[in-house]
C-alpha cells in the first residue's frame, strides 16, 4: 500500500514538473486572435497579416487578425488588455498606440506596462511625407515656404485623430512653426485615396499604406519621416536631413494581457523571432516598406518603459491633446 501510494506521489510529482513544457507543447489548440487597433489598409493592418500568417503556418493554428479601430487605437488595445489571459487573444500594436496615447489622451482605459506581457516587437515602418501630383512643392523646404505664405490654407489629412500619422504631422508643423488644416479620417486608406484625389494636399503616410500609390507615380514623396533613409525609397532624403533633430521610427509589436503563462510568452516569442528570420517574411515586409526587428520580452518591456516619458515630453511640446 505505501509502496503503491509513493508511486502516486511520484508520478504527480513528475506531471507537476512537466506540465509547463506540456502546456506549451499543446498551445495552441485554437484558433488565435490578432487584435489590431487601427483599421484596415493601414501598416499596423498589413504588418499584422503577414506575422499572423507566418504564426499559422508554424504553428498549425489560425492566428485570425481582427481589426478594432477607434479613439486613435485606445478601443482596441482596452478590448485586449481585458481578454482572458490564456495566450488566445492577443494586440499587434504600434508605438503610437501603446507608448503616445497615455500622454495625447485623458483617459486610454489601459496601463500600457499594468496589463500586457510585452512578447517581441515584430518590424519597424517606413513613414513618408506625401503630396498630391498638382501641389507644387517638391520637397520640404518649399513646403514651409508655401505654408508660412498661405498660413491655414493647406490641408493634411491622417488616418484619424490621435494616430501616428496625425500626431507627426503636429510635430512638424511645431517644428517649422507652420499652420496646416488637419482632416482626420477613418483609416489610413481613406486618407490617402483622397490625397490622390486631391481632396488634401499633403499627408503622412507609412509605407504600408502609400507605397503603391508612391510607385505607380499617383503621389509624390516631399521627404521620410523616419532618422535614416529608408530601404524601399533610398534616394530619398530624411525630413531630418533638413529639420535638424526631426525624426520617428515607428516600432509594431505583440503583446498579451497580463498574467498570460510565461511558457506561452516565451514560445511565441521564440516563434516570431523565426517568422521575421523567414525569407518569405523579410520579402513581405520588404515589399511594403517595412524591415524586420525582435527581441526579448524583457527587452521589449524596457522599451515600452523608456519610450512612455520620451513621448510624453514630445506630446507636450508638441501642444497636441485629444480628449
Known amino acids: 500500500m505505501h509502496m503503491k501510494r509513493r508511486t502516486l506521489m511520484a508520478g504527480a510529482l513528475l506531471t507537476a514538473l512537466l506540465s509547463p513544457s506540456l502546456a506549451q507543447d499543446k498551445y495552441p489548440s485554437k484558433p488565435v486572435t490578432v487584435v489590431v487597433p487601427q483599421a484596415a489598409g493601414g501598416a499596423n493592418d498589413a504588418i499584422a497579416r503577414i506575422i499572423a500568417q507566418q504564426l499559422g503556418q508554424q504553428l498549425g493554428q489560425q492566428f485570425i487578425v481582427e481589426n478594432r479601430p477607434g479613439a486613435g487605437g485606445n478601443i482596441g488595445t482596452a478590448a485586449a488588455a481585458k481578454a482572458r489571459p490564456d495566450g488566445y487573444t492577443l494586440v499587434l500594436t504600434v508605438n503610437s498606440a501603446h507608448v503616445i496615447n497615455p500622454a495625447l489622451y485623458r483617459n486610454t482605459g489601459f496601463d500600457p506596462v499594468k496589463d500586457f506581457e510585452p512578447i517581441s516587437p515584430v518590424a519597424t515602418a517606413g513613414y513618408v511625407l506625401v503630396a498630391n501630383n498638382g501641389f507644387a512643392p517638391n520637397n520640404i523646404t518649399e513646403l514651409v515656404a508655401a ?17 501616428l500619422n496625425h500626431l507627426i504631422g503636429e510635430m512638424l508643423g511645431k517644428a517649422t512653426d ?39 507615380g499617383k503621389i509624390k514623396v516631399l521627404g521620410v519621416v523616419n532618422e535614416k533613409r529608408v530601404a524601399a525609397l533610398p534616394n530619398v532624403p530624411t525630413l531630418g536631413e533638413t529639420i535638424k533633430g526631426f525624426g520617428s521610427t515607428p516600432w509594431y509589436g505583440l503583446l498579451a494581457p497580463a498574467g498570460t ?63
Open 147 to 163: 505654408a508660412k505664405a498661405q498660413p491655414g490654407k493647406i490641408y493634411i489629412g491622417s488616418a484619424g485623430n490621435g494616430t
Open 178 to 216: 507652420i499652420q496646416m488644416v488637419h482632416v482626420p479620417y477613418k483609416g489610413a486608406a481613406a486618407a490617402v485615396t483622397d490625397l490622390v484625389g486631391g481632396q488634401v494636399q499633403v499627408s503622412v503616410q507609412s509605407l504600408p499604406s502609400s507605397i503603391a500609390f508612391i510607385k505607380s
Open 261 to 323: 503563462p510565461r511558457d506561452i510568452i516565451n514560445r511565441l516569442q521564440q516563434e516570431i523571432s523565426k517568422a521575421v528570420e523567414s525569407p518569405e517574411v523579410r520579402e513581405r515586409l520588404a515589399g511594403v516598406g517595412c524591415e524586420p526587428y525582435k527581441s526579448t520580452p524583457e527587452q521589449f518591456a524596457s522599451l515600452i518603459r523608456e519610450d512612455l516619458p520620451k513621448w510624453a515630453k514630445i506630446v507636450k511640446d508638441s501642444g497636441a491633446k485629444l480628449d
